[in-house]
T-cell receptor, first 113, second 113 residues
Framework: EPEVTQTPSHQVTQMGQEVILRCVPI?????FYWYRQILGQKVEFLVS????????KSEIFDDQFSVERPDGSNFTLKIRSTKLEDSAMYFC???????????FGPGTRLLVL | AQSVTQLDSHVSVSEGTPVLLRCNYS??????LFWYVQHPNKGLQLLLK??????LVKGINGFEAEFKKSETSFHLTKPSAHMSDAAEYFC???????????FGDGTTLTVKP
């Protein structure tokens, strides 16, 4: 069964450093998403991406964040200058189209020191 | 706009007894509704989904949920709890168009031997 994959599974970085989280969505899917889950809290929407542009973003998704689909298969989330409060699990998701199910990747656990 | 309220932050049951995890939703559109389970330090696993077909939805591991439009509810049930069901459960609503998912706060299910 096709699945969403994410790399790396864990990343530790120093405050102020740039990180890039990578996702490979399911191949025929057209809608892509990033969510985050701070430890012990609920999953929060960050951004949705369709037709090579952001379709919606939350207030969390400020200028420090960017997304890109560089090559038709990968979908990346970049955090330009990480803060301590960016420490969280980041989930990528994709779907073929509404109202179909969003399929979530296993997550990348980011720790900012 | 859409929102989800999980009415219980913690539910504790004995092994072999029924499980009820309650979820109410609000959506401007005809919603798609999902239940996901998250085991400690793991990703999100889809239990079941409602996407405007049958109102009683059966999922994996013996779970099922009933969509009740008049009550705006989508409660998750299981006739007999197993120790392996102990986890965090998220009720999720997804709307039309770009269709971001909105997660509830989660319910921690504890299963006592």
């Amino acid at each position: 069964e096709p699945e969403v994959t994410q790399t790396p599974s864990h990343q530790v970085t120093q405050m102020g450093q740039e990180v890039i989280l990578r996702c490979v969505p399911i191949s025929n899917h057209l809608y892509f998403y990033w969510y985050r889950q701070i430890l012990g809290q609920k999953v929060e929407f960050l951004v949705s991406f369709y037709n090579n542009e952001i379709s919606e973003k939350s207030e969390i998704f400020d200028d420090q964040f960017s997304v890109e689909r560089p090559d038709g298969s990968n979908f990346t989330l970049k955090i330009r200058s990480t803060k301590l409060e960016d420490s969280a699990m980041y989930f990528c998701a994709s779907r073929s189209g509404p109202p179909e199910t969003q399929y979530f990747g296993p997550g990348t656990r980011l720790l900012v020191l | 706009a859409q929102s989800v309220t999980q009415l219980d932050s913690h539910v504790s049951v004995s092994e072999g007894t029924p499980v009820l995890l309650r979820c109410n939703y609000s959506s401007s559109y005809s919603p798609s509704l999902f239940w996901y389970v998250q085991h400690p330090n793991k990703g999100l696993q889809l239990l079941l989904k409602y996407t405007s077909a049958a109102t009683l939805v059966k999922g994996i591991n013996g779970f099922e949920a009933e969509f009740k439009k008049s009550e705006t509810s989508f409660h998750l049930t299981k006739p007999s709890a197993h120790m392996s069901d102990a986890a965090e459960y998220f009720c999720v609503v997804s709307g039309a168009n770009a269709g971001k998912s909105t997660f509830g706060d989660g319910t921690t299910l504890t299963v006592k031997p």
